[in-house]
């Protein structure tokens, strides 16, 4: 990938987007979604200190993971991945809008994958999503009902536009 498809996103960009955030989602929880999604979630919690915070991880050490997203990947297989290896933190039982927050979302699966397990533990609950970019004309095929209660700042082309945020350190 040429690095003229590399969309750097300042600090500055992100604080905008989490101040509209915070002041127009409704929600009760917010769920970080490991590992990119913890700086957005925490950031959004400090503007909203009446809101439970929750963390959406890996089991274990992520291991290798490429440089930019697999398309090739069979998503069934990643999906009944992510089931097996994600793992929530106790949410309050009270909640009833969580806000499942992630840097960068493609097909949604790993969004998905967190709504069922906030479902489990929530069923009444409310489920929307956030992430920074998007890839909205993926998202709309795969997970169309991811889509419809996204709020994002940027969309993209994951295929052709790699995004870096200011806690992405290179090795």
Wanted: hydrophobic share 40%.
């Amino acid at each position: 990938m040429k690095s003229s498809n590399l969309m750097k996103i300042e600090w500055s960009d992100v604080e905008v987007w989490l101040r509209k955030l915070a002041g127009r989602q409704r929600f009760d929880t917010i769920v970080g979604v490991s590992r990119a999604g913890l700086p957005l979630a925490v950031a959004l919690s400090s503007l909203r200190p009446d809101t439970s915070l929750a963390i959406l991880s890996r089991r274990g050490p992520r291991g290798e993971k490429p440089p930019r997203y697999d398309f090739e990947k069979d998503r069934a297989a990643r999906v009944n991945e992510l089931r097996r290896t994600m793992e929530m933190t106790s949410l309050p039982n009270d909640a009833s809008e969580v806000l499942i927050v992630d840097d960068v979302v493609t097909f949604g699966d790993t969004l998905h994958v967190a709504a069922e397990k906030a479902r489990n533990l929530l069923p009444r609950a409310h489920i929307s999503f956030a992430c920074y970019a998007a890839d909205v004309s993926r998202l709309g095929v795969a997970r169309p009902e991811i889509l419809e209660h996204l709020s994002h700042e940027v969309s993209i082309d994951n295929s052709q536009t790699w995004v870096s945020f200011p806690w992405n350190l290179a090795p």
